[in-house]
């Protein structure tokens, strides 16, 4: 198959200003738009095996990586759901046209409902598919499993380095990180995106639990929503069957939507 085309943009002015790297794959509509998780980036299984899906179907598609990702410019440490949020936007503009379906890893999820929300009026985005989406995550998934002295330490300090099972050195958690997140929180209010979502979870993700996918199917209460539960599913879904369930989905919104 042909390689997608490489690409950078520069998000953001003057000091902000940071540079993207982008992938970049030629085809038919509906495209596929992928948005990875905290942490990983475009070159990873499941972009790779989207990518790999799209060029077989002869469809568009493009990934990218957040500032501090990848091949992207910037640190890891400046970046925000702002920032990322913001780079996700510039890059679905600049690089698609016409019906998108968005693939959300992880945090990738909660950026993908964000951008779906926005969207909403613009009939831009086709479909929803989500992995083990992360919604709210720097709220339900970081501070409020913090204990007091992590707390503390993380105002007092800026910082809070927290170990993963993900990566040989732990993660370092920007009380900037925590603080701008919730000014993109869903919290308990509906979330209406105007199009068929479909979510893969895994039962046994330490990451991001079961439940808080099965929470996020109550309030898409106005939208189509399909729920896997993969009972021995970790937070990546990478293994090959996995990937074979991420294909399928795609598969099935594609046949939804009005493309077989």
Known sequence: MAEARAERIVVGDGEA?????????AGAG??????????????GAKATAVDAFAAEC?????????????TSGGRFEDG???????EARAVFDKFTAGPQIVVGSSMGGWIALRLAVALRETARIAGLVLIAPAIDMTR??????????????LLATGA???????????YRITRALIEDGDRHLFGENLIE???????????????VPWRHATALVSRLASDDVVLTL???????????????????????????????
């Open 30 to 43: 509906p495209g596929l738009f992928w948005l990875g998780g905290f942490r990983s980036d475009m070159k």
């Open 140 to 153: 339900a998934l970081m501070w409020d499993k913090m204990d007091g002295a992590a707390r503390e330490e």
């Open 230 to 260: 993969v009972k021995d599913g970790d937070h990546r879904l990478s293994r090959p069957e996995d990937l074979d369930r991420l294909r399928a989905a795609l598969s099935t919104m594609l046949a939804g939507i009005g493309r077989a």
């Open 17 to 25: 200003g940071r540079e993207i790297a982008v992938l970049d794959r």
């Open 160 to 170: 809070l380095r927290v170990p993963t099972q993900h990566a040989p050195e732990p």
């Open 80 to 86: 925000t759901i702002s920032g990322w949020l913001e």
């Open 193 to 207: 995106v105007g199009c068929p979502v479909t979510i893969l979870q895994g039962v046994a993700d330490m990451d």
């Open 58 to 70: 002869g469809l568009a598609a493009v990934r990218f990586d957040y500032s501090g990702h990848g």
